[in-house]
């Protein structure tokens, strides 16, 4: 029980953490092969493009987890005190609504890319694997988003409109 606890409060920060370690590793080698040995690498251009976006997606959630996604503040302030708080279940549930269908969505296109069979040019990688990022991201957005939906309607009377986040 610990360690899916652990899992559900830190799973997209340790994911982030990994791809961008892997990032920032295959940029540096690209660099100093391209400056210093004078060659380039084929491969590397496209495995930090592919780790850029499945970083992308996973940071959507670790977003949607502290409850710090893009949201426009000075909009929800617009609002007469009395209401903010509907506005930002309201909110929640809109983008939770949002995550669903875009998983959906990626879900089917994973399914073409299978049926397709397109592998990347320089690394040979399964191309659905590069589409299944948006499929895994927004699902786990949209879990976060049912946590915050929850943690929302929970805290309803104690949140008049401010972040009750402390991260």
């Known amino acids: 029980m610990k360690i899916l606890k652990w899992l559900d409060g830190n799973f997209e920060k340790v994911a982030c953490v990994f791809l961008m ?21 084929g491969w590397s251009e496209e495995l930090a493009r592919y780790t850029f976006v499945w970083l992308v997606y996973i940071a959507i959630s670790y977003g949607s987890l502290k409850m710090r996604h893009i949201k426009i503040d000075a909009g929800l302030f617009l609002f007469p005190k009395f209401m903010r708080p509907y506005v930002v279940v ?65 805290h309803f009377k104690d949140d008049q409109g401010t972040d009750p986040v402390k991260v």
């Open 90 to 154: 309201v909110s929640e549930a809109l983008f939770a609504i949002f995550s669903v269908i875009i998983a959906v969505l990626a879900f089917r296109l994973v399914g073409r890319q299978m049926m397709i069979g397109s592998a990347s040019p320089a690394l040979g990688i399964p191309m659905w694997i590069v589409y299944l990022a948006p499929f895994v991201g927004f699902s786990l957005t949209a879990i976060r988003q049912a946590q915050a939906f929850v943690y929302r309607i929970r």
């Open 21 to 41: 370690s892997v990032l920032a590793l295959v940029l540096g080698i690209q660099v100093f092969m391209r400056y210093v040995v004078h060659q380039s690498l």
